[in-house]
Nanobody, 124 residues
């Protein structure tokens, strides 16, 4: 029983930056892999970034490498995604997700807990 709530979405000009965050509550005593996913209209949900429980292992989609950075603060039960050099192709609803375990997980079907999503729109 974990609840995830995203915040920080909005409208930004191409080339700009935005930071989305996720706060977790409920059963957070166990270890979780955390991930950020996004879904644009008519497209499948894709993993943008993920981080293992201790933060030692990370994953980034090729389309965002060098531009996005995932971070987490286990003591505060939060995970964030810093997005720089945004372009219109980044426009989507962004979701945070969690799954029990120490392994790095990037497949959406393997995640058990999801936030409600936050809209990110990049104008050209």
């Amino acid at each position: 029983q974990v609840q995830l709530v995203e915040s920080g979405g909005g409208l930004v000009q191409a080339g700009g930056s935005l930071r989305v965050s996720c706060a977790a509550s409920g059963r957070t005593v166990s270890s979780y892999c955390m991930g950020w996913f996004r879904q644009a209209p008519g497209k499948e949900r894709e993993c943008v970034a993920a981080m293992s429980w201790r933060g030692g292992i990370t994953y980034y989609a090729d389309s965002v490498k060098g531009r996005f950075t995932i971070s987490r603060d286990n003591a505060k039960n939060t995970v964030s995604l810093q997005m720089n050099s945004l372009n219109p192709e980044d426009t989507a609803v962004y979701y945070c997700a969690a799954v029990l375990g120490h392994r790095l997980v990037v497949v959406h079907r393997e995640y058990d807990y999801w936030g409600q999503g936050t809209q990110v729109t990049v104008s050209s």
